[in-house]
């Protein structure tokens, strides 16, 4: 379900390492290219996988929670989740994607800020504001057309979309849509409910 580069695979090889001198059972199951990789240096990770023992959604979100605390605590990922990059907002994972995104198939919740790390597919929410012009006034149609806080964690004092935030763990994308047109624009549940359309969703990769 995620993308991982080859500096966070190892932070979970050395969070299995941290583990275990603690005294306690490791969280993380790392599997390589080659079944002799032993014995090959060179040997890249094929996959990560929560080991057996964390075989329900609320375990492997403790898991995923305490080791990207600890990776936070120590100061690795500091431009990703160090500071004031953490959110303390919870994002769900799907068994897939891009299917429906019911409850039933979050397999754990992570970080909103450690999302990123491990490559994981993330939903929002965007909303564009506009005014239609009277008609055979001959005027333009108006968009509005916002500029993001100075203070913001992501792109700060760029212009953006008139309304936009990320789908939490736990709740709709409707409901998210009311809760962040009231955040982030003061606009009424009941306006937003009354004229909000939805005309389709996109997808993009970015690194």
């Not at 375990?59 to 100061?75: F, K, L």
């Amino acid at each position: 379900v995620g993308l991982l580069w080859p500096e966070v695979v190892q932070a979970f090889r050395d969070d299995n390492t941290r583990t275990q001198q603690a005294g306690q059972i490791p969280s993380w199951i790392i599997l390589e290219h080659h079944e002799d990789a032993s014995q090959d240096s060179n040997a890249r990770p094929r996959s990560v996988h929560f080991a057996p023992r964390l075989t329900t959604s609320t375990a492997r979100s403790a898991a995923i929670a305490a080791t990207c605390t600890a990776w936070r605590d120590a100061g690795l990922f500091a431009p990703v989740i160090g500071g004031h990059m953490w959110r303390d907002e919870l994002y769900a994972v799907y068994s897939d994607p891009f299917g429906p995104l019911t409850p039933e198939r979050v397999e754990f919740e992570v970080e909103r800020a450690a999302s990123s790390l491990l490559g994981i597919v993330t939903y929002g929410v965007h909303l564009t504001m506009y005014r239609p012009p009277e008609p055979g006034s001959g005027e333009e149609i108006l968009i509005w057309v916002p500029t993001r806080a100075k203070t913001k964690q992501t792109w700060p004092g760029f212009y953006d979309i008139s309304v936009a935030g990320g789908i939490p763990a736990g709740l709709g994308v409707f409901e998210s849509l009311i809760k962040e047109s009231m955040e982030e624009a003061s606009i009424a549940e009941e306006v937003v409910r009354k004229h909000a359309k939805s005309v389709g969703s996109i997808s993009y990769f970015f690194r």
